[in-house]
């Protein structure tokens, strides 16, 4: 009796701003690594995480949404998106059952048909609709590619997803397990902790800030008594943003260090001191030494 092969391979998901990409990686993973917001555009870098089993090691690529760009920013997010199509060996083109079809389907359809990799229409918040809504929408995403797999989910409720996990795992190839079983995420600690507290600012200015928030990590460094100083600047466009993170007497930027806190101890796995200020960096998202420094360094990809 010969043992089972090890399978492993890369696959990306893929969609339009919203759909829940980074709550399935967070769902898979058992770990949050990826910012959830139900604003668009939240991810901005392609965040790998590392799925592994007895029998299989899946490194999924949450990507930013992709969307008509409208600055150097967006331009760069919509060329890292497209970029992963030719790097994997799958491709999850997740939809929003709620939105239903839309033109910035079709913008990535036409895309994904010069693409060789099998291509599987995840439709995610299935929780959110109807059966026959779903049905008449998976009718109308078959008329437009011949998807590998057609394979309804909810990332939040976790509804299928362990469906769609071993249809990737049958149709993966053997390969080597590229990381450690305890491996979750290629990225480093100071990417990590900055989109942590970029999540808390988006969530809690809601409307109020736009997507001109960033973060950069000024210090990590061990303390005494096993405690980690954590110092961060949170990158506004405008003085009037300023002031919104900032909030009356500081209230709003005490409670986004707060709740950002909890999450960077977790993922250190030690208490953490975390040291906020605002900066305003007029049109970072146009400049390319701003855009650089920040980490969105366009040769990378």
Do not use: C
């Not at 970029?83 to 060996?89: F, R």
């Not at 909810?154 to 071993?166: F, P």
């Amino acid at each position: 009796m010969t043992d089972t092969p090890f399978k492993s391979g890369f696959v990306t998901i893929i969609g339009r701003p919203n759909v829940g990409k980074s709550t399935f990686l967070n769902r898979v993973i058992g770990e949050k690594i990826a910012i959830m917001s139900d604003k668009a555009q939240t991810t901005r870098n392609t965040i790998q995480g590392v799925y592994t089993s007895d029998d299989a090691q899946i490194v999924f690529i949450d990507t930013p949404g992709i969307h008509k760009p409208k600055h150097k920013l967006g331009d760069f997010m919509v060329k890292v998106a497209m970029n992963t199509l030719n790097e994997v060996d799958g491709i999850l083109f997740m939809v929003n059952a709620e939105e239903g079809f839309g033109r910035g389907d079709d913008y990535i359809i036409e895309r994904l048909k010069n693409v060789d990799q099998p291509v599987y229409l995840i439709i995610n918040k299935i929780d959110k609709v109807h059966p026959d809504q779903l049905f008449d929408l998976i009718v109308e995403y078959k008329e437009k590619l011949d998807f590998k797999e057609i394979i309804p989910i909810s990332a939040l409720e976790g509804q299928n997803v362990d469906h769609l996990i071993t249809v990737l795992k049958d149709q993966l190839e053997e390969g080597p397990q590229y990381y450690p079983d305890d491996h979750v995420t290629d990225h480093p600690e100071r990417f990590i902790i900055s989109e942590f507290i970029r999540e808390k600012a988006i969530t809690m200015t809601r409307e109020e800030i736009p997507h001109s928030i960033a973060v950069l990590i000024e210090k990590i460094d061990d303390q005494s008594q096993g405690k980690i100083l954590v110092q961060a600047s949170i990158i506004v466009e405008r003085s009037s943003q300023k002031g919104i993170i900032i909030g009356k007497q500081g209230t709003m930027l005490r409670k986004i260090g707060s709740q950002a806190r909890r999450d960077i101890e977790l993922l250190l796995g030690s208490k953490v001191y975390l040291e906020l200020w605002v900066k305003v960096e007029k049109n970072w998202r146009n400049r390319d030494h701003h855009l650089a420094e920040l980490g969105f360094n366009e040769d990378d990809y």
